[in-house]
Nanobody
């Protein structure tokens, strides 16, 4: 079992930046593929960015060039640096951890609210 705790959300003006963090419990963080998802009111949850255990990254088209996902395995933490935020980025952001080694595992954090508004 892995517990994920997100932090870093908040209210920011359009054009501003935020950095989200997600810290995982346990000793096997490095084998997990990590992802950030978001869900806006009335919309389905969508993938924002992901990073494999080897460091390969993937981004939704809507955030390419503005968001950067990274991980620090020594700190059991994955980050999402969000720049040039706009109101359409307003959502609850969720951290996800997924693994196949040693059996399938998929875990979610509780979410952190990001609101972009003037």
């Amino acid at each position: 079992q892995v517990q994920l705790v997100e932090s870093g959300g908040g209210l920011v003006q359009p054009g501003g930046s935020l950095r989200l963090s997600c810290t995982a419990s346990g000793r096997t963080f490095s084998i997990y593929a990590m992802g950030w998802y978001r869900q806006a009111p009335g919309k389905q949850r969508e993938l924002v960015a992901s990073i494999t255990s080897g460091g390969a990254t993937n981004y939704a088209d809507s955030v390419k060039g503005r968001f950067t996902i990274s991980r620090d395995n020594a700190k059991n933490t994955v980050y999402l640096q969000m720049n040039s935020l706009n109101p359409e980025d307003t959502a609850v952001y969720y951290c996800n951890a997924e693994k196949y080694i040693g059996g399938y595992g998929n875990f979610w954090g509780q979410g952190t609210q990001v609101t972009v508004s003037s």
